[in-house]
């Protein structure tokens, strides 16, 4: 009775220390996350600062830099996540592949200049082939995999950040919206590439991040399955300790 006493207030404490752990981690990662998204707005402000308006959020700014080193991080995360979670491979190459065609639009006027005329759409669409043969690849768990990244915090961060890139910083620099804003006779095209520029810059952070949230979430599934294989085991060796021996035939 003591013995069950004494394991049934371990298992208490196991418990409150785990959610002070997820507590914990949660506000370690709003803090992280915060700090990314200031040094978004930093970016912002060194190019704003800088006086000739040809560089200024153009191709050769900090903001272009920027976003493209984000997306090179995300592309590296989802393959990182292959490699550690070969079990999620399938969403690892989906959005790896993805995210790096988009890595290699952004070079396009380097590549079209300095390798060949549509080099970048030769390799986008190489990647393409070789991102859909590896997704084909895991097609028996694809859909699985599919359901479960759709379902986690890291999807609807990544959406997110793909929404605010791909749609809403276009709509957003629109320069109707901001020659509206502003008048016909004191429009700046300036004004509508800093807002398109520095849209898209946070829109890769915020996949940026959920490239991370994935990696932890696969991370924490596995850990979990391998809490739930200790705690079987845990309690078949506690149902063979209790059970009573039998007494021994009468002769």
């Given at each position: 009775?003591?013995?069950?006493?004494?394991?049934?207030h371990h298992?208490?404490?196991?418990?409150?220390?785990?959610?002070?752990?997820?507590?914990?981690?949660?506000?370690?990662?709003?803090?992280?996350?915060?700090?990314?998204?200031?040094?978004?707005?930093?970016?912002?402000?060194?190019?704003?600062?800088?006086?000739?308006?040809?560089?200024?959020?153009?191709?050769?700014?900090?903001?272009?830099?920027?976003?493209?080193?984000?997306?090179?991080?995300?592309?590296?995360?989802?393959?990182?996540?292959?490699?550690?979670?070969?079990?999620?491979?399938?969403?690892?190459?989906?959005?790896?592949?993805?995210?790096?065609?988009?890595?290699?639009?952004?070079?396009?006027?380097?590549?079209?200049?300095?390798?060949?005329?549509?080099?970048?759409?030769?390799?986008?669409?190489?990647?393409?082939?070789?991102?859909?043969?590896?997704?084909?690849?895991?097609?028996?768990?694809?859909?699985?995999?599919?359901?479960?990244?759709?379902?986690?915090?890291?999807?609807?961060?990544?959406?997110?950040?793909?929404?605010?890139?791909?749609?809403?910083?276009?709509l957003y620099?629109?320069?109707?919206?901001?020659?509206?804003?502003?008048?016909?006779?004191?429009?700046?095209?300036?004004?509508?590439?800093?807002?398109?520029?520095?849209?898209?810059?946070?829109?890769y952070a915020?996949?940026?991040?959920?490239?991370?949230?994935?990696?932890?979430?696969?991370?924490?599934?596995?850990?979990?399955?391998?809490?739930?294989?200790?705690?079987?085991?845990?309690?078949?060796?506690?149902?063979?300790?209790?059970?009573?021996?039998?007494?021994?035939?009468?002769?």
């Open positions: 009775m003591k013995q069950s006493i004494q394991t049934i298992d208490a404490a196991a418990v409150a220390y785990s959610s002070r752990k997820a507590v914990l981690l949660m506000g370690l990662k709003v803090l992280v996350y915060s700090l990314v998204l200031a040094g978004v707005t930093q970016i912002i402000l060194l190019d704003a600062q800088v006086q000739d308006e040809v560089i200024k959020f153009s191709e050769q700014s900090y903001t272009e830099y920027a976003q493209e080193l984000f997306l090179a991080l995300s592309v590296a995360l989802f393959y990182l996540s292959v490699r550690l979670f070969p079990k999620q491979a399938a969403v690892g190459h989906l959005m790896g592949g993805f995210l790096g065609m988009a890595l290699i639009r952004e070079y396009d006027a380097f590549l079209d200049d300095h390798v060949a005329d549509g080099a970048w759409q030769v390799m986008a669409y190489s990647l393409a082939a070789l991102t859909a043969f590896m997704a084909y690849r895991e097609h028996k768990q694809f859909w699985k995999q599919l359901e479960g990244f759709i379902q986690s915090r890291a999807f609807g961060i990544i959406i997110t950040g793909m929404i605010i890139v791909f749609i809403f910083s276009r620099g629109n320069t109707h919206l901001w020659s509206s804003a502003m008048g016909e006779d004191n429009y700046r095209h300036i004004v509508t590439r800093a807002s398109e520029e520095g849209i898209e810059l946070l829109g915020i996949i940026m991040l959920g490239a991370l949230e994935h990696i932890s979430f696969l991370r924490m599934s596995m850990q979990k399955k391998l809490k739930k294989v200790w705690l079987k085991k845990k309690q078949q060796s506690r149902r063979k300790f209790y059970v009573s021996p039998q007494a021994p035939d009468k002769v």
